[in-house]
């Protein structure tokens, strides 16, 4: 019904920078919340940002000031940029989105990136 397409994860050292992608396509007649989640070894995921249909957005407190959340809905597309990054984001990295899809709303999630941020 709904298939996300994550790019954009790597390998970088700390104070470095990366920027993450998802493209949505398939039978979508809207899309509400799009959002970013990660999840490290050992733990559970965590929302990491997440971006309103009106453009709202709500960050956890780790990267606040940091990462940057952002959409096109033109292109059903989400992004993070991810500034200044620390060892201790290292994780996969998910995409999310609340979309209506064939009548009804789903949560739909992307396959995970992989962030590693080295020392």
């Known amino acids: 019904q709904v298939q996300l397409v994550e790019s954009g994860g790597g390998l970088v050292q700390a104070g470095g920078s990366l920027r993450l992608s998802c493209a949505a396509s398939?039978?979508?007649?809207?899309?509400?919340?799009m959002g970013w989640y990660r999840q490290a070894p050992g733990k559970q995921r965590e929302m990491v940002a997440t971006?309103?249909?009106?453009?709202?957005?709500n960050y956890t407190d780790s990267v606040k000031g940091r990462f940057t959340i952002s959409r096109d809905n033109a292109k059903i597309t989400v992004y993070l940029q991810m500034n200044s990054l620390k060892p201790e984001d290292t994780a996969v990295y998910y995409c999310?989105?609340?979309?209506?899809?064939?009548?009804?709303?789903?949560?739909?999630w992307g396959q995970g990136t992989q962030v590693t941020v080295a020392s």
């Open positions: 999310h989105v609340l979309a209506y899809s064939r009548g009804s709303y789903g949560n739909y």
């Open positions: 398939g039978s979508i007649f809207s899309i509400n919340n």
């Open positions: 971006i309103t249909s009106g453009g709202s957005t």
